[in-house]
Nanobody, 126 residues
């Protein structure tokens, strides 16, 4: 069964950090893009970060401008896990964060991703 499961969300004060995890089962990362999206209340789902794996030793990363320099996406290929380290969190980062997978290279379009996790809530207080 193909499944993505996020964890690591929570409540944090502005300036704090959280590390989100996405565990994949029933699929591999090679030749695919794993991405994080987020959706704040009343807003559309937006791209946050992506990591594209051409093989276990080569990958590229992409970030939304709003998180560059604060968020870092990484993966543990052996464990089939992807992470999102979020530093200097701000109230504007409050959202449900989703892990998603698509074949091939990165895309900012949520509609191009076929596999999604259930999401994990991140709340940043001011």
């Amino acid at each position: 069964q193909v499944q993505l499961r996020e964890s690591g969300g929570g409540l944090v004060q502005a300036g704090g950090s959280l590390r989100l995890s996405c565990e994949a089962s029933g699929l591999t990362f090679s030749g695919t893009t794993m991405s994080w999206f987020r959706q704040a209340a009343g807003k559309e789902r937006e791209f946050v970060a992506a990591i594209t794996l051409s093989n276990p030793w080569q990958y590229t990363t992409d970030y939304a401008d709003s998180v560059k320099g604060r968020f870092t996406i990484s993966r543990d290929h052996a464990k089939n896990m992807v992470f999102l380290q979020m530093n200097n969190l701000q109230p504007g980062d409050t959202a449900v964060y989703y892990c998603a997978r698509r074949p091939g290279f990165h895309s900012d379009s949520a509609g191009s991703y076929g596999i999604w996790g259930q999401g994990t809530q991140v709340t940043v207080s001011s």
